[in-house]
């Protein structure tokens, strides 16, 4: 029998499954249907929005976006469509999400197919593995497949300060005392997904990487297992046909209260990740009393010292033309405590961090969502908008500066979406900065590009190498300095067998200066 499942997107505080990344609910489940003995046919909200419908009379559904985004290629399943497709669909539904659910919907899946069913459960280990290895043959259907498609590997479920209750607005903490899969159990389900063509991973499921297999469980700040972290960097790093590896959460708390832990496992990292690398940080406020109100991960300090130990062994630049692994910094608005002194505070220590000379790679600000309470937006709207606006000019884009330069040559920029006469892409991986270019290039290929100039939290970039004989009035007019005129007069005078010859054309210094350092060519 043939069994549907439409993803409508996981977006969770540890887990990606918006695209270009596939979470681990869809290959579960599909590995559980593929175990009860029937197939499979894999559907992706976006596709179902262009008008394809399930072909089965028995549809299982994942609607999991409970941390608000923006998103580039696809967009999560709303309120309103998943009871549109209640509605319409004639056979049996089944919806699952992780905020309302007490069980894995994998599990759900199984026992429902092979009429086991008595109420939700948890996957065992044993079930884990087999149905994330038999899973992996469903990436086919998926339309970002092979290419840019990102697999996110769960690494484990739960949060380690579940004996202090977890912060105050994070789900994370529903799914209980972690669980940590076994290392073997990670690489064989890499294996599998790299045999059926996956190259891009992310270590993702688990709050903070540094508390994977720790021992002291049941601490707040339990120390990290250095050993086993380790151990599953060099196996991973040890497997064939991997192009991309990233990872996700770190606790700042736990990463300064162990430090000389932390620096070995993040020496062992940067060995085997990709440039453009991320550790998201969840600071979410620099107030003491909001801090101590939401059961926060870290004081100030702490993250202060993590910032300063990533970026001391991680900001060396890597080939892709990104740092290797930076911090990322996550804030968050409306919790409890908050006063118009929390923006002012949050603010003094993004500018501490700025003026230090350390970079973030990303700074995350958002209203907190109402998934554990009801929080509701900020009561302090016009200072939230305040402190966001002057975080985005005074912080992000003199950051983004120092972290990507002008004349930095961006490696595989994947190129995904044309908006009137410019085009868009990201390199391949853990929230990657947009690279604009004020011209239209073809769709879903890789390109090197060289960046010109930069906005807050975008880039604009031109291909490198930049063939001055051979480009487009569009892509010429977007050189700094030249224009629209002045690229028709660079068009009627081509070609050009030197950069001597284009100066005697442009005839300004000045643009000639800025046109020299873009490594233009001339065949």
């Not at 998943?82 to 089944?94: A, M, P, S, T």
């Not at 063509?197 to 601490?219: D, H, I, K, P, V």
């Not at 009561?379 to 002057?390: E, G, H, Q, T």
């Amino acid at each position: 029998m043939l069994i549907s499942i439409l993803d409508g997107y996981t977006d969770e505080p540890s887990r990606l499954g918006v695209p270009p990344f596939i979470a681990g609910y869809p290959r579960y489940i599909a590995g559980a249907v593929i175990s009860a003995g029937h197939d499979v046919e894999y559907i992706t909200i976006d596709q179902l929005r262009k008008g394809r419908t399930p072909s089965s009379e028995l549809l299982f559904i994942i609607s999991n976006a409970n941390v608000p985004g923006k998103y580039l290629r696809g967009t999560p399943i709303s309120e309103r469509e998943l009871l549109q497709i209640r509605k319409d669909f004639k056979g049996q539904v089944h919806v699952w999400s992780s905020l309302d659910a007490k069980g894995d919907p994998d599990a759900l899946a199984y026992d429902i197919l092979t009429n086991e069913y008595e109420k939700p459960r948890r996957r065992t280990l044993k079930e884990w593995k087999n149905w994330s290895e038999a899973g992996a043959s469903m990436l086919e259907q998926h339309p970002d497949f092979p290419q840019p498609a990102i697999m996110e590997m769960d690494m484990s479920f739960g949060c380690p300060r579940y004996v202090t209750g977890g912060c105050s607005f994070c789900p994370e903490i529903g799914f209980g005392q972690p669980v940590f899969r076994p290392i073997a159990d990670i690489i064989s389900e890499m294996q599998a997904l790299v045999k059926q063509g996956a190259t891009n991973f992310r270590l993702g499921g688990q709050s903070c990487l540094f508390t994977y297999m720790t021992e002291e469980l049941g601490e707040d700040a339990p120390r990290p297992n250095v050993k086993a972290l380790k151990e599953l960097f060099e196996k991973i790093g040890q497997l064939d046909g991997i192009e991309i590896l990233h990872t996700d959460n770190a606790n700042p708390g736990i990463m300064a209260s162990h430090p000389e832990d932390t620096r070995e496992i993040l020496e062992s990292l940067v060995k085997v990740c990709t440039g453009g690398n991320l550790l998201s940080m969840g600071m979410e406020s620099a107030d003491p009393a909001v801090i101590k109100a939401n059961n926060l991960n870290a004081t100030p300090d702490q993250v202060m010292s993590a910032i300063r130990m990533v970026n001391d062994i991680g900001g060396e630049r890597a080939d892709n033309g990104m740092p290797k692994l930076l911090p990322g910094l996550n804030l968050v608005a409306g919790l409890e405590g908050e006063t118009v002194d929390t923006f002012d505070l949050n603010f003094k220590f993004l500018k501490e961090v700025l003026d230090e000379g350390l970079m973030l790679r990303r700074i995350n600000i958002r209203q907190v969502a109402s998934t554990r309470k009801n929080f509701g937006p900020s009561r302090l709207k016009k200072d939230f908008i305040r402190f966001k606006n002057l975080v985005r000019e005074e912080i992000d884009a003199p950051m983004l500066k120092k972290v990507i330069p002008t004349g930095t040559i961006l490696r595989n920029v994947y190129m995904e979406t044309n908006r009137g006469k410019r085009s868009f892409g990201r390199q391949i991986g853990t929230y990657p900065i947009l690279v604009g270019m004020e011209y239209e290039v073809e769709l879903e290929r890789s390109l090197d590009l060289r960046i010109v100039s930069h906005g807050q939290r975008s880039i604009t970039g031109i291909e490198h190498p930049f063939d001055i004989n051979k480009a487009k009035m569009q892509a010429l007019a977007s050189l700094p300095g030249i224009g629209k005129k002045r690229a028709a007069r660079i068009i009627r005078s081509r070609p050009y067998g030197s950069i001597e010859e284009l100066e005697k054309v442009i005839e300004d210094p000045l643009v000639m200066e800025g046109l020299e350092a873009l490594g233009l060519v001339f065949r």
